[in-house]
């Protein structure tokens, strides 16, 4: 189980320069934006304008902080401002966004496709899920303290942002009072 804290990451300008994001993890280590079979970031979106595009990427989009956003998806329109429910869409489309009232932060998942496969699901309470040793198991502390438990690997609590990847096989229990990310990736 290796820890991710949340101050030991930088801020990075988009792709597009729209804004800044804080990448959590990515596959293969040490990837960049355009090599990655799957990343996991937080972005800070302080405008309205365009979505950075990203070629054969699929991407969840997790709203974490602020009121939300009315997106234009390949000219579908999708209000996100709902906090904590993903949102599924392609990461090559044009997607345009239109803050609702004020900055927010946006917990994003996304994987090539063909290459790797990412399953994002946010609860609150106590999980337990099986770590699988073809893929990667990602928990990160989205709001309040979290705590992990790995068989074999000891046990950790999350503060706000910090994230816990466990590869490996292994049996992953989280407890939260508040919301947990838990992002499962394997090839596809």
Known sequence: MQILRAADRAAVAWKNGGGLTREVAAAPEGAGTGDFAWRVSLAEVAADGPFSAFPGVDRTLVLAEGAGMDLDVAGLRRVVDARYAPQQFPGDVPTGCRLLDGPVVNFNVMHRRGL???????????????????????????????????????????????????????????????????????PA
């Open 116 to 186: 790797a496969r990412a399953e994002t699901a946010v609860v609150r309470g106590a999980l337990t899920v099986e770590a699988t040793p073809d893929g990667a198991l990602l928990v990160v502390a989205l709001q309040g303290e979290a705590e992990v438990v790995s068989s074999g690997a000891g046990s950790v609590v999350l503060g706000s942002y910090d994230a816990a990847l466990i590869t490996g096989s292994s049996s992953v229990a989280v407890r939260t009072t508040g919301r947990v990310a838990v992002v499962r990736t394997g």
